[in-house]
Structure formats: structure tokens, C-alpha cells
């Protein structure tokens, strides 16, 4: 067994992004980046201000610079706002996906070989995206009907994601 990858922890300011994806940001210290960044994972758990960890990516942003974003979500649940000191602790994601797995998920993977195998032949950023989408249900219903509405999906689309479908799909609830 593995021993958890050792956190670094550092101050930095909450900036607000130039990106049109993200709102706001952290810069993560160059010497912080180079233990971090393997090979080509950028993938991290990170924790702000002491609060539960939750996974992301360093995301560059040229210069060999690198930055954690901040979504929206998260700021206000811990009531953080741009120009606020944070104390950041970070350290390495060596989790088989970069983000859980819902049990539900995992069931049914484990039960529709075929959904298994698309699932698996996605980029490791797709099967993400993926996870996270079925991961949003609010209980175990929900999660159950999105991880069939995507397997289904990638079925009925050769293995490839069309999001806009799969939106509709997932909006309408259609699993059948």
C-alpha cells in the first residue's frame, strides 16, 4: 500500500481570473509546481483554509506559471472573495481517475462490459467529465439514472460524447 503523497502548504492571494472558463484563481509557487507536476499529471487534492479537500488540476496559464481555479460554488461556501489571503495545502492526486468514482457508477460498469469498455477508451479528461456528471446526482436514484443515461449514450453514439445530446438526455431523464 502507498503512503499519501506529503501536503504542501503555502499563503497566497485569491485572484480573479482572465479566464472565461474560471472566475477566480490561486497562483501555485514554482518550487510547490515542480514536487506536484508528474510526468503528465497535474492532477491534485487541495484544501483552503483547513476546509475538506477537494481534487483539481494546476492549470497553466504560460510562463511556467500555474493556478488552482476557484469556482464560484466554492467561494461562497467558504465565503471567500478576490483580494482574500488563503492558506492552500496541496498534494498529489493518485486516485485511478482524478476525481470518485460513484459506487453507483461502478455497479453498473461492473454489470454492462460494453458501457465499461467506452467508458475506458475515453481520455482520461472525458472519463472526468464523465464522473462528475453522474457523481451531481443528489442521492442514489439519481446517480443510478445518470450512469445509465451516459452509458447509454456512449452506446448510441459509437463511443464518442456529443454534450449538447447528452444534456438534453440528462435533462429529460431519458434512460429508457
Known amino acids: 500500500m502507498r503512503s499519501p503523497a ?21 497562483r501555485v509557487p514554482k518550487d510547490a509546481v515542480s514536487k506536484l507536476i508528474e510526468k503528465s499529471s497535474r492532477r491534485v487534492f487541495c484544501s483552503l483554509n483547513g476546509e475538506p479537500e477537494y481534487q483539481c488540476a494546476l492549470l497553466p496559464v504560460g510562463n511556467a506559471t500555474y493556478v488552482i481555479s476557484v469556482n464560484r460554488n466554492l467561494l461562497k461556501a ?5 483580494g482574500q489571503k488563503v492558506t492552500v495545502g496541496l498534494r498529489k492526486d493518485e486516485s485511478q481517475y ?26 482520461p ?29 456512449l452506446k448510441e453514439n459509437a463511443g464518442k460524447i ?15
Request: glycine letters at 10%; aromatic letters at 6%; zero cysteines.
Open 78 to 82: 467558504l465565503r471567500l472573495s478576490v
Open 6 to 26: 506529503r501536503q504542501l502548504t503555502f499563503s497566497a492571494t485569491l485572484e480573479k481570473s482572465k479566464s472565461k472558463l474560471w472566475g477566480s484563481q490561486i
Open 162 to 176: 456529443n454534450y449538447r445530446q447528452l444534456g438534453e438526455m440528462l435533462r429529460k431523464g431519458i434512460a429508457k
Open 125 to 153: 479528461g472525458k472519463l472526468r467529465t464523465l464522473l462528475y456528471i453522474a457523481g451531481r446526482g443528489k442521492d442514489a436514484d439519481q446517480r443510478i439514472g445518470r450512469s445509465i443515461i451516459i452509458v447509454k449514450h
Open 98 to 123: 482524478g476525481l470518485p468514482m460513484p459506487e453507483e457508477f461502478a455497479e453498473l460498469l461492473r454489470q454492462d462490459k460494453e458501457g465499461d469498455r467506452l467508458i475506458h477508451a475515453l481520455t
